[in-house]
């Protein structure tokens, strides 16, 4: 919907505003892969180690900082309503692969919503309303909005979210540099599982270097083991 102008697409006049014709070819197709995958155990336990991993810590990394914004988090680092958030994003996990659109999760992007006020539910019910109307202006309309518009969003987001970092013990160098290193690795790697595992691997050997390793619990080691494993022997 637009015309080149050198090496620059620019916007045009949408020739529709209103579009039906639905992609629905990906509808029911994980179900197509079942009867391989289960022929080999140990691919299907991988992928699915693999699956969990990655949505799991994904989901962990954005629901806190967004919890701790909306001031649900207590003292004792918990945020309250944190396990009905989880079984949202899961239920919805499964809802968008048998429906074949992109994973549905939730997004830091929620912050920009968060930092305008949106703190309940109604936020989520009236967004996933304009979202639904937006298909059938999608993509005609919806392509005047191009990546300069939406990347104000984003820095936005961004902002919200280093907002967080004044909660961080900047005295203690264990910590300090776990966050370094996870936000750096989130950066370089556009993963926040992978900066996750790379923050929890510094952690670890930090505080080895700190003399702290006995204050470790014993999950830590455990979560500290898996993450290993992940950055590097590729699962």
Same mark, same amino acid.
């Given at each position: 919907?637009?015309?080149?102008?050198?090496?620059?697409?620019?916007?045009?006049?949408?020739?529709?505003?209103?579009?039906?014709?639905?992609?629905?070819?990906?509808?029911?197709?994980?179900?197509? &892969?079942?009867?391989?995958?289960?022929?080999? #155990?140990?691919?299907? *336990? =991988?992928? !699915?180690? /693999? $699956?969990? %991993?990655?949505?799991?810590?994904?989901?962990?990394?954005?629901?806190?900082?967004?919890?701790?914004?909306?001031?649900?988090?207590?003292?004792?680092?918990?945020?309250?309503?944190?396990?009905?958030?989880?079984?949202?994003?899961?239920?919805?996990?499964?809802?968008?692969?048998?429906?074949?659109?992109?994973?549905?999760?939730?997004?830091?992007?929620?912050?920009?919503?968060?930092?305008? &006020?949106?703190?309940?539910?109604?936020?989520? #019910?009236?967004?996933? *309303? =304009?979202? !639904?109307? /937006? $298909?059938? %202006?999608?993509?005609?309309?919806?392509?005047?909005?191009?990546?300069?518009?939406?990347?104000?969003?984003?820095?936005?987001?961004?902002?919200?979210?280093?907002?967080?970092?004044?909660?961080?013990?900047?005295?203690?160098?264990?910590?300090?540099?776990?966050?370094?290193?996870?936000?750096?690795?989130?950066?370089?790697?556009?993963?926040?599982?992978?900066?996750?595992?790379?923050?929890?691997?510094?952690?670890?050997?930090?505080?080895?270097?700190?003399?702290?390793?006995?204050? !470790?619990?014993? $999950?830590?080691?455990?979560?500290?083991?898996?993450?290993?494993?992940?950055?590097?022997?590729?699962?």
């Amino acid at each position: 919907c637009g015309f080149g102008v050198g090496d620059m697409a620019m916007p045009s006049v949408p020739t529709q505003f209103i579009s039906t014709s639905f992609d629905t070819s990906l509808f029911g197709a994980f179900a197509s &892969g079942f009867g391989q995958i289960f022929s080999n #155990i140990p691919d299907l *336990i =991988l992928i !699915l180690f /693999s $699956l969990l %991993f990655v949505t799991f810590f994904d989901t962990t990394g954005t629901l806190i900082p967004l919890a701790n914004q909306c001031g649900f988090v207590d003292e004792k680092g918990e945020a309250d309503g944190i396990d009905r958030a989880f079984l949202g994003d899961a239920i919805s996990g499964i809802i968008g692969a048998i429906l074949g659109t992109s994973t549905l999760t939730a997004y830091v992007e929620s912050a920009t919503g968060i930092g305008l &006020g949106g703190r309940t539910g109604l936020t989520a #019910i009236v967004t996933g *309303i =304009l979202f !639904l109307v /937006s $298909l059938i %202006f999608a993509p005609t309309v919806l392509a005047l909005f191009t990546s300069s518009v939406t990347a104000a969003a984003l820095v936005i987001v961004g902002i919200l979210m280093m907002v967080q970092l004044k909660e961080v013990d900047w005295d203690d160098m264990v910590v300090v540099s776990s966050v370094f290193m996870t936000i750096i690795m989130m950066l370089l790697t556009y993963s926040i599982s992978l900066g996750i595992a790379f923050g929890f691997v510094t952690y670890a050997i930090t505080s080895i270097a700190a003399g702290k390793a006995k204050e !470790l619990n014993w $999950l830590v080691w455990v979560m500290v083991l898996v993450f290993v494993i992940y950055l590097f022997f590729g699962l």
